[in-house]
């Protein structure tokens, strides 16, 4: 499975989505970004895992909408004046699938060297290790570089269920 936001060589910089997430900045390589939208018009579907907040008709598409909140173990965002709905394609096994990814707000585009961006951290982070592609320094602050192939997975969502019964059973 290939890695969205890896960058060679030290020289290079790449382009990232910043964007605010319950106070904390996050990014998103930009070719991973198909477009940013109003949130609005969410179809909610039953049975869904917490983190899915339903599906949008997306110019006669069906896109899944993930609260990113949830999928971090955190409560539902609520939508604001800036919630917005970031669209993002991934790639799984040759097939290209579409997601919408609910967000704070929209911060900027950025150009991070590859040389500013670290490993990220093995403890002290709220999300999952293998959620975060790495830490983006900017201007003395980190920003969290997501690995938007893990966190928009939905195929590992399906068996979140089954997953808790089993653990509920155990």
Do not use: W
């Not at 949008?56 to 955190?74: C, E, Q, T, W, Y």
């Not at 040389?115 to 093995?122: F, L, N, Q, V």
């Not at 999300?127 to 920003?143: P, Q």
């Amino acid at each position: 499975m290939k890695q969205t936001t890896s960058v060679t060589g030290a020289n290079e910089t790449a382009q990232y989505l910043t964007f605010m997430l319950g106070g904390e900045a996050f990014a998103i390589g930009i070719m991973a970004v198909k477009e940013i939208i109003e949130f609005s018009g969410i179809t909610e579907v039953p049975m869904m895992p917490d983190c899915i907040r339903g599906v949008i008709n997306l110019r006669g598409a069906v896109v899944p909408v993930m609260d990113l909140a949830a999928r971090f173990g955190r409560p539902l965002a609520v939508p604001g004046k800036r919630t917005c709905i970031v669209i993002v394609e991934t790639e799984n096994e040759g097939e290209r699938q579409v997601t919408g990814v609910v967000v704070d707000a929209v911060s900027a585009v950025l150009d991070i060297a590859a040389s500013e961006i670290e490993p990220a951290p093995s403890f002290g982070t709220r999300i999952r290790g293998d959620f975060i592609a790495g830490m983006g320094k900017l201007n003395g602050k980190f920003v969290i570089l997501l690995n938007v192939d893990h966190v928009l997975a939905l195929e590992a969502l399906a068996t979140l269920p089954e997953q808790a019964a089993d653990a509920a059973a155990a």
